[in-house]
């Protein structure tokens, strides 16, 4: 206080306000008269408290409910209300954003509708309040994440090309992170064909959590020549996204894989054909059509031995047609035409319908030829003839006429269609006579031959009834060269080849007076072959002028690699005859030939299907009619194709890591050329045992390992396989910890570190074993035998003298015992208090001893020094305790089949320690090295329910 001119002047200071020092303060100046005061109102202001509390619900996937409280309320009465700050950041964002609440009235709890959020997104959120006095620390800091919903976006800029014929490449821009609404976004990619008669089809591209730049994929087995149009859809496990743009692409034109259907033929007349068939689908021309293409040839007339060996081989025949019907004609009366029909595009020709036979109209043959007559005695001749250039149809017999040309008798004979002469009788002798021969086919009678004029002579002759030709034949086959001699007596009848006497051999055979045969025909047999009769009467022969056509042979083959699973084989040929077909050959490196058949004028074909990576064969035989040609060279190529890689994704583009999974990216892994057909994930921590996770088909482009342990070091090995082998790439990386951050070094738990803390947990809680010789273990035994017999004597003799010190007492009064009740009340006392003391000792002693003791249940009770107690029964086994907390501590795995792959880790506390002890043991079932051995929970618990009956429940070994 100090005084002034108006009196005395009173001050309080105070220091370090806070707001505990608000409220009325009064001051009261008294005197001998009385008093007065005067009441002043302080009130402080200083920043509120932080709120408490904080609390989300009612969440949705774009809003949420935020409600808080703040303490000692009473404090504020003077205000009316609060201002609140709401902050709020994505989660482990460095960035707060800040929301100012409009004004809230005190109250017990607040509450703010949070709207405005993005969905499937975790938050932090924290609050501060703020009055005159300043602004609040924040609060403690609460995360939550909204839910998700379909997606908001749709995929944008969506191409496609074409690859090849069957294949098409589509393209997109993925929907943006931001409008996921979802922790992963797979896509629909919808194709349909359009001018096909078939439906749409799905392509489903699995969720992923990668984040693209652009989605792609190739789609494969597509119908050639088609025009696809494209919609992709993006969708989560809440739904679908827009529609992107429709895109469209056509695939290349192909060979056609079909041919004309229903053929037929009519026979127009006896040198023209009409072709009728139905057009081949247009679904398997694969292109645009230029035209069908009619091969046909003759078939030549295998039982006609003069025919066969007289004819060359014939060439095939082609004629192009825009449609059905198609007319082929300039054929040759009376033969059998093979016919065959393809379609052609712009990219080549297509396979050949098969065969169908037509034979043209007979008509009336040409006149026989060579008629020649041989007087075999005065009676009769012997009349020979080739038959006509053409036959115009099969000559079913031959018609022989002989006329006098004394008498004017016209005679004739029919004889068969496969005889080339005939022997006349009863002629006249000296007579002059006129032979000639018709031939018949079932459309009429052909032309007379020459007329032969010959007067009968008594006096023998002698003849050949043959006639020497050209003769045309292919290498491997045989011919017959007749030579069929007429005459009588002693007759010689020779070969010459290339005037040197032919002689037989195991190739050529001699038929005496009919004809030769040579088997297996060589170029080298070519040359002239002369047939000489000779005898008395002189001499007559006939030549054969025989030529051998090399067996068709393909020059130069080529086989060229188009991509990785096609090849085209090329090949030339300088045979100028005309080859009738090919058969092409090939084989994987090492495997089974395969043959295919293909026409003779085709000179370039087009293998798909192939496999990637792999070698192959080939070689190709040309056939004329039944006679296969000498085989080509063999050619080889090589498919382009690789191993998977050849070098495997870095790790950074491969491998996503989070706390408790790994996300792989297998579309980064290079294919070498050839599709990639599986994957092979191993994972393992590191310094342990490989585990097989899983073997993966595609097409999914990622794999997921889960059930991985946070803040760990593992390893992971992955396998990539296609056709030409496999290749395999380990990784090592660290999950996160349980909070989504890279763990330091210390935090970071590998096998070795793990698998040496349980060893010593184990050790812990069993002894060593150790092996003992036998001789020490029965050393052993005697000597305990001995000392419990020495110990049971001692204990006789001390319960002796105590029974008889008992017998000498007296029994106490009632007062004493009463007294004695007293007293032993009192020892329960001091008995608490030293199982207390009870208790330390044995925890300090459990923690020293090498072995633990698990007492389930039992209490000590202090011996009294009377015989007034009861001994404590033997403790009760908990055994449903240790079932339940077994059955509590062994999660089942969906990957093991329900079997226990962990040891337990449930800790199981002492129930005598119940009151405050806090000292937790391990249960283990299990003494081996992790990990354990895989045990069902039933045989786990038959397990310890055994150990607990044979030990008590006392002592768990």
């Not at 993005?118 to 994440?145: I, N, W």
């Not at 269609?417 to 021969?437: A, D, M, R």
């Not at 130069?556 to 090329?570: E, F, I, P, T």
Request: one cysteine or more; proline letters at 6%; charged letters at 20%.
């Amino acid at each position: 206080m100090s005084n002034t001119k108006s009196g005395i002047l009173s001050t309080l200071r105070i220091d370090s306000v806070h707001s505990g020092d608000s409220g009325t303060y009064v001051c009261i100046a008294s005197n001998n008269y009385g008093w007065s005061h005067l009441e002043i109102n302080v009130g402080i202001q200083e920043p509120p408290p932080s709120p408490e509390k904080l609390r989300v619900f009612g969440i949705k996937s774009r809003q949420a409910i935020v409600s808080w409280r703040i303490s000692s309320l009473d404090s504020f009465k003077p205000l009316k209300a609060f201002t609140f700050y709401l902050q709020l950041r994505f989660w482990h964002d460095a960035n707060w954003g800040e929301i100012k609440l409009p004004k809230m009235p005190l109250n017990e709890k607040f509450e703010f509708n949070l709207k405005d959020l993005s969905p499937a997104t975790k938050y932090d959120l924290r609050m501060h309040c703020e009055t005159a006095g300043g602004r609040s620390q924040p609060s403690e800091v609460v995360t939550f994440e909204t839910y998700g919903e379909a997606p908001d976006g749709l995929p944008t800029r969506p191409r496609v090309n074409a690859l090849s014929s069957t294949q098409l490449m589509l393209s997109w821009e993925p929907i943006p992170k931001t409008l996921w609404n979802s922790d992963r976004i797979g896509y629909n990619v919808n194709l349909e064909p359009r001018e096909r008669n078939s439906d749409s089809t799905a392509i489903s591209v699995p969720p992923s959590s990668f984040i693209y730049l652009e989605r792609q994929i190739v789609l494969e087995n597509l119908m050639p020549f088609t025009r696809y149009s494209f919609t992709i859809v993006g969708f989560n496990q809440y739904g679908l996204s827009g529609k992107s743009n429709i895109v469209s692409a056509e695939t290349f034109e192909d060979v056609p894989s079909v041919y004309p259907n229903n053929i037929h033929c009519i026979v127009l007349s006896s040198s023209s054909i009409r072709v009728i068939w139905e057009d081949a689908l247009m679904s398997g021309i694969n292109g645009n059509l230029r035209n069908y293409l009619i091969v046909y040839r003759p078939i030549a007339d295998r039982d006609d031995d003069s025919l066969s060996s007289s004819k060359s081989p014939e060439t095939s025949l082609t004629k192009s047609f825009l449609s059905s019907p198609g007319e082929i004609s300039e054929l040759i009366p009376g033969t059998t035409y093979r016919i065959r029909l393809a379609a052609v595009n712009n990219v080549g020709t297509g396979p050949f319908s098969p065969d169908v036979l037509a034979m043209t109209h007979e008509e009336a043959p040409d006149a026989p030829r060579d008629v020649k007559v041989i007087v075999s005695s005065p009676s009769r001749t012997t009349l020979c003839w080739s038959p006509p250039p053409n036959n115009r149809g099969k000559i079913i017999r031959y018609h022989v006429f002989h006329r006098s040309a004394v008498l004017g008798r016209e005679v004739k004979e029919d004889v068969p269609g496969s005889t080339f002469k005939h022997e006349i009788l009863k002629l006249i002798n000296q007579h002059p006579y006129e032979f000639w021969v018709q031939a018949v086919t079932k459309a009429g009678v052909g032309k007379p031959s020459t007329v032969v004029k010959k007067i009968v002579f008594t006096k023998d002759s002698q003849g050949i009834c043959s006639w020497g030709r050209a003769i045309r034949v292919v290498e491997n086959t045989e011919v017959k060269l007749d030579c069929k001699a007429v005459c009588k007596g002693n007759c010689q009848w020779m070969w010459h080849y290339n005037k040197q006497l032919l002689n037989s051999t195991y190739r050529i055979t001699f038929h005496e007076k009919d004809h030769i045969r040579i088997s297996s025909l060589r170029t080298s047999d070519s040359g002239n072959y002369t047939c000489i009769i000779k005898s008395q009467l002189g001499m007559e022969n006939i030549k054969y002028s025989l030529s051998v056509i090399g067996l068709p042979y393909i020059s130069h083959v080529q086989a060229v690699s188009l991509d990785v699973n096609r090849v085209k084989l090329m090949w030339s040929t300088t045979y100028s005859h005309g080859i009738e077909r090919f058969l092409l050959h090939h084989r994987e490196e090492q495997g089974e030939w395969i043959e295919k058949e293909i026409d003779g004028s085709v000179k370039s074909y087009e293998y798909k299907g192939l496999s990637c990576g792999k070698a192959y064969e080939f070689y190709i035989v040309g056939a004329i009619e039944f006679t296969m040609g000498r085989a080509s060279g063999t050619v080889s190529v090589r498919l382009p194709g690789k191993l998977p890689g050849p070098s495997p994704p870095s790790q950074a583009i491969f491998l996503e890591v989070n706390s408790t999974y790994v996300a792989i990216d297998i579309s980064q892994w290079p294919s070498g050329g050839c599709s990639i057909y599986s994957f092979d994930a191993e994972y393992r921590i590191e310094g342990e045992p490989w585990k097989m996770y899983l073997q993966s088909t595609l097409p999914q482009p990622h794999l997921y390992i889960y059930d991985l342990h946070p803040a760990t070091a593992y390893a992971i090995r992955i396998t990539a396989k296609n056709i030409v082998g496999a290749l395999s790439q380990e990784y090592s990386f660290v999950t996160l910890d349980e909070n989504g951050f890279l763990p330091t070094q210390s935090q970071i738990r590998r096998g070795e570190i793990w698998d040496a803390e349980r060893v010593a947990d184990i050790v812990e809680v069993y002894p060593t074993r150790f092996d003992l010789p036998f001789w020490l273990l029965v050393l052993s035994s005697i000597l305990g035998t001995l000392s419990l017999i020495g110990l049971s004597v001692v204990c006789h003799f001390f319960r002796k003298q105590s029974t008889s010190q008992t017998e000498s007492m007296t029994l106490p009064s009632d007062s004493s015992r009463s007294a004695q009740d007293t007293l032993g009340n009192d020892t329960d006392g001091s008995q608490q208090m030293n199982d207390t003391n009870m208790k330390n000792n044995f925890s300090e002693r459990k923690r020293e001893d090498k072995r633990q003791y698990y007492i389930l249940e039992g209490q000590y009770e202090a011996v009294k020094p009377y015989a007034t107690f009861e001994l404590p029964k033997r403790p009760r086994c908990h055994y449903e305790k240790i079932t339940k907390a077994l059955e509590r501590t062994i999660p089942p795995r969906r990957d093991t089949n329900d079997v226990i792959n962990y040891g337990v880790k449930e800790m199981y506390r002492h129930p005598h320690y119940a009151d405050g002890d806090s000292d937790y043991e391990p249960l283990p079932y299990s003494v081996n090295s992790r990990p354990p051995p895989s045990y069902h929970t039933e045989t786990a618990k038959s397990c310890l329910h055994s150990v607990a009956l044979s030990e008590d429940c006392l002592v768990l070994h």
